[in-house]
């Protein structure tokens, strides 16, 4: 289904092939900077995948938590991680080898869980109606399976 003229999607289409090619050599010199790809990736990952692990499994098996829990941890888990990971590069912070990457990781891991926890108390909850499917707690066991195994034998399963 076309809503606009071709010429829209070639021009969005090269721009955004600029910008990612402009993105992908700033990123290049960043990674640079680091000893080897792994400490680089170590600490990407401790900025980004720690505080997003621990906003979804809180918001998965707690219904109290709020959208809005959701994204004040999530984005203050991940200005932690960087705030300890400036605090490394200054010299405060002096650890060897990854130990600053699992350190950005472990605070992040920390502070999203506890500003999920205390912005949740702050603001109201969703109705459990609307939990259904995404809080464990919320989900009936009848939706725990596949539909498509209905009447197939547990060994095929």
Same mark, same amino acid.
């Given at each position: 289904?076309?809503?606009? $003229? ?11 092939? $600029? ?118 707690? +919320?989900?009936?066991? +009848? ?15």
């Amino acid at each position: 289904y076309q809503r606009r $003229v071709h010429g829209y999607y070639l021009k969005a289409g090269r721009i955004v092939t $600029v910008v990612a090619t402009i993105i992908a050599i700033g990123t290049s010199l960043l990674a640079a900077r680091f000893s080897n790809l792994m400490d680089y990736l170590q600490t990407l990952f401790g900025f980004f995948n720690a505080p997003l692990f621990a906003t979804f499994i809180v918001g998965m098996f707690w219904k109290r938590m709020t959208p809005t829990a959701g994204w004040v941890s999530l984005l203050g888990g991940t200005f932690s991680a960087i705030i300890v990971f400036v605090l490394g590069q200054v010299g405060i912070i002096d650890l060897p080898g990854q130990g600053l990457a699992f350190m950005c990781a472990i605070t992040a891991f920390v502070v999203d869980v506890l500003l999920a926890v205390l912005v949740s108390l702050c603001t109201k909850p969703k109705p459990a109606s609307e939990l259904v499917g995404f809080v464990y707690s +919320e989900t009936p066991k +009848e939706h725990f399976h596949d539909p498509r195994d209905i009447g197939r034998p547990c060994t095929l399963r």
